[in-house]
Each structure stands twice: as structure tokens, then as C-alpha cells.
T-cell receptor, first 108, second 118 residues
Framework: AQRVTQPEKLLSVFKGAPVELKCNYS??????LFWYVQYSRQRLQLLLR??SRESIKGFTADLNKGETSFHLKKPFAQEEDSAMYYC??????????FGTGTSLTVIP | EAGVAQSPRYKIIEKRQSVAFWCNPI?????LYWYQQILGQGPKLLIQ????????DSQLPKDRFSAERLKGVDSTLKIQPAKLEDSAVYLC????????????????FGPGTRLTVT
């Protein structure tokens, strides 16, 4: 079975502080991991994917196969980062499994 | 390019009634997904189409839910009869396929349909 775990439902940090949103997955094959974000009153949208190893809006995420983790990090949080963040796992056949999400609030 | 379109945006029905949702994916996207997102939870995949064929419907409650994508473009999701626990946002998403090295492309989501069953 494929599982994605996001242990924190709510996370609050002060502006300028580092932020880390945790994601762990369970999959025996070769996974593709994604982070999706939903800003207030907007559609769910892709933030970044592990395969492209890019930094989007200052966020990065490294796939750690040993720890089966794909934590999302940003060194200095901004108010506009306040949103709902979902970690997602893609397996063979283009099927996707989402975590329960973490609501990030950046306090001014 | 135009995004994924869904209608209606909101629907309120009584339990045991029927309801249908419509989705128009991004032009050229072969893969279409229907998700159910209950309040406080992440999206749960109900059914995935590749063109007009079903790739995965393992989490679709087939006794009451049905979906089709007859011409490989638009799709409809139907619930008949609805139950209180079906209250949720129903999301449609689409993606293209890059056949090189089997890479999976990002999904583009529609605005969702918020269903309330009373």
C-alpha cells in the first residue's frame, strides 16, 4: 500500500524564521514525490517535485530514500507563504496519493 | 492556456438524491483524475482515466458512484443515491504524459465542486 504522512496539521512560524514541513512516505518501489500548495481561495497547484531538484519561491525539498522522507524547507518564511501544503506520492501508472496537509501560518 | 473547468461550483442536495459533476480538462491532457476532499483531509483519488479508459478506480464506491469519459475529453462523476458522508469538495485534475523515461507530469486542478448533503 502507498501512504503519505504529514504529521503536523498546523504549523506557525514567525516571519523570517526557518520553516520545515514534514512528509514521510511508504512505498516499496521507486517513488516520485511532490509538494502541492493551496493559497486562500485559490486552486491546488504544484509547488515543486523532487525529480527536478529545483527551488521554487525559496522552498526546497530533498528526497531521502533511507528515511523515506521528503521534507519541505525554506530558510526565511514570508507572510505570503501562509497556505495549505500537501505532500503527494506518485507511483507507477501516474497514480497520486496525497497526505492530509499542513496548514502553515506565517506570523508577521 | 485555459485551466481545468468544473461545474457546478456548489451543490446542495438531500440524502438519497442524485447529483452529477462535470469536468473539462486542459486541451490535450490524456489523463484525468477525480478526487474527493473531505474537510480537514487531503484529496483522495476516486478514479483516474487515461483517455477514455479507466486506469484506477479502486477507491471509488461503485455501489453509488460512477464516472465516465466517453470521448476521452470531458468527464462526469455521478453519485446516486447520495449519503451525508459524501459531503466534500470534488476535485478534477488533468495531466499530460511524457513517455520519455516514464516521467509523470504535474496535475492541474480545477476549482472544485463543493457538495453538501443534508
Amino acid at each position: 500500500a502507498q501512504r503519505v504522512t504529514q504529521p503536523e496539521k498546523l504549523l506557525s512560524v514567525f516571519k523570517g524564521a526557518p520553516v520545515e514541513l514534514k512528509c514521510n512516505y511508504s512505498y516499496s518501489g521507486s517513488p516520485e514525490l511532490f509538494w502541492y500548495v493551496q493559497y486562500s481561495r485559490q486552486r491546488l497547484q504544484l509547488l515543486l517535485r523532487h525529480i527536478s531538484r529545483e527551488s521554487i519561491k525559496g522552498f526546497t525539498a530533498d528526497l531521502n530514500k533511507g528515511e523515506t522522507s521528503f521534507h519541505l524547507k525554506k530558510p526565511f518564511a514570508q507572510e505570503e507563504d501562509s497556505a495549505m501544503y500537501y505532500c503527494a506520492l506518485s507511483v507507477t501508472g501516474n497514480q497520486f496519493y496525497f497526505g492530509t496537509g499542513t496548514s502553515l501560518t506565517v506570523i508577521p | 492556456e485555459a485551466g481545468v473547468a468544473q461545474s457546478p461550483r456548489y451543490k446542495i442536495i438531500e440524502k438519497r438524491q442524485s447529483v452529477a459533476f462535470w469536468c473539462n480538462p486542459i486541451s490535450g491532457h490524456a489523463t484525468l483524475y477525480w478526487y474527493q476532499q473531505i474537510l480537514g483531509q487531503g484529496p483522495k483519488l476516486l478514479i483516474q482515466f487515461q483517455n477514455n479508459g479507466v486506469v484506477d478506480d479502486s477507491q471509488l464506491p461503485k455501489d453509488r458512484f460512477s464516472a465516465e469519459r466517453l470521448k476521452g475529453v470531458d468527464s462526469t462523476l455521478k453519485i446516486q443515491p447520495a449519503k451525508l458522508e459524501d459531503s466534500a469538495v470534488y476535485l478534477c485534475a488533468s495531466s499530460s504524459i511524457n513517455r520519455d523515461r516514464g516521467r509523470r507530469y504535474e496535475q492541474y486542478f480545477g476549482p472544485g465542486t463543493r457538495l453538501t448533503v443534508t
